[in-house]
């Protein structure tokens, strides 16, 4: 395998945490309403992800680790109106490209199953295989061809945790998908299927939200969540149509609504998918708003009247 490729897939892949964020987008893509995360050594030994979404047709298999091989997107139009969380039919080669990676899968309706496993991106094995309908994809020995990369990981309790609070804040904006993370073959979370947001944020920040507030303009929407004022700090979980982002701007609009007021927050933003450019990054944890002004305001004002809101 190439090494300029290994190189690559090392943009979208950091560690076990964007591999579990890929495979999460792709189980949610596939309708997944279970999904499980399984982890050994914080996931550098092995990361495995079962869901009981679509599942991947048997003669599709191959077809799923190849680059650009995406069956979400089908022309360039299709490029500006992005739905689906993943388009760019890069996740799955990219991991591919760097582990020892096994899919199992059923796709609905069929009775026969399959499986493949690729080595470093090379494809060793495809098979028909019973299981049951959705899909399970193990990724083990992560960059067992990028030592130096390897060596950049953390200690297993750190990696895990860095998965931890990634599926609990996926959980935020999908709380009625049941979510179990196991790892060393304990459970450390297993969240109550038909969860609202409500019920998902105590789970995740140990409090309820103390307020929330939805305001609109020009096409934009942003759902706010507060805890409530706490002291010091104010961490933010950002999603924009459905994709959990980083945007300093949103950050910005953030911290200029509340002021000296901390507490936790959630800011979930729907916008048409034309005014939202995701195809910045590799990893897409990047994007471009096209009227960043329209959020940034949107967001300031909505963040200043829950704050400002009644009594407690
Ligand atoms: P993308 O999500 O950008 O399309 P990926 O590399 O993440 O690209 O996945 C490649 C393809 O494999 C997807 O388009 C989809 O058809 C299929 N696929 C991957 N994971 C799953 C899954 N959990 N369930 C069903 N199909 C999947
Ligand atoms: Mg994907």
Same mark, same amino acid.
Do not use: M, Q, W, Y
């Given at each position: 395998e190439d090494v300029f490729q290994r190189i690559a897939a090392g943009e979208v892949i950091e560690r076990p945490v964007s591999v579990c964020k890929e495979l999460l987008e792709n189980a949610l893509d596939a309708g997944a309403s279970r999904i499980s995360v399984t982890l050994l050594q914080g996931g550098k030994t092995s990361l495995i992800v079962e869901d009981d979404g679509c599942g991947i047709p048997f003669d599709e298999l191959p077809l799923a680790l190849e *680059?650009?091989? +995406?069956?979400? =997107? /089908?022309? $360039? @139009?299709d490029l500006d109106r992005? &739905? +689906? $969380? &993943? /388009? *760019? &039919?890069e996740a799955l080669a990219s991991i591919a490209t760097v582990s020892l990676l096994e899919i199992r899968s059923r796709a609905t309706g069929e009775d026969r199953g399959g499986m493949i496993r690729s080595e470093g991106g090379s494809v060793v094995l495809h098979q028909p295989l019973p299981c049951p309908e959705g899909t399970r994809i193990q990724v083990e020995e992560l960059f067992f061809n990028l030592p130096a990369r390897r060596k950049f990981l953390r200690a297993p309790g750190a990696e895990t945790r860095r998965v931890g609070q990634l599926i609990q804040e996926m959980g935020l =904006?999908? %709380? @009625?998908v049941r979510l179990t993370l196991r790892s060393e073959g304990r459970v450390l979370f297993d969240t109550e299927p038909g969860r609202d947001t409500e019920r998902a944020l105590r789970d995740h920040w140990g409090c309820g939200a103390a307020r929330s507030l939805s305001v609109s303009s020009g096409g934009v929407e942003a759902e706010l969540w507060w805890s409530g004022p706490k002291e010091g700090r104010t961490p933010l979980v950002l999603f924009a149509n459905g994709r959990r982002i980083q945007d300093s701007s949103v950050r910005g609009a953030l911290l200029a609504g509340a002021g000296t007021c901390g507490g936790d927050w959630l800011v979930v933003l729907r916008l %048409? %998918? @034309?005014? $939202?450019? !995701?195809? !910045?990054h590799p990893a897409k944890t990047e994007v471009r708003f096209r009227r960043p002004g329209e959020v940034f305001d949107l967001v300031r004002r909505g963040v200043a009247k829950l704050v400002e809101g009644g009594t407690f």
């Open positions: *680059r650009h091989a +995406t069956s979400k =997107i /089908f022309s $360039l @139009e992005i &739905g +689906t $969380l &993943g /388009f *760019r &039919g =904006i999908h %709380p @009625e %048409p %998918p @034309e005014d $939202l450019d !995701v195809n !910045v």
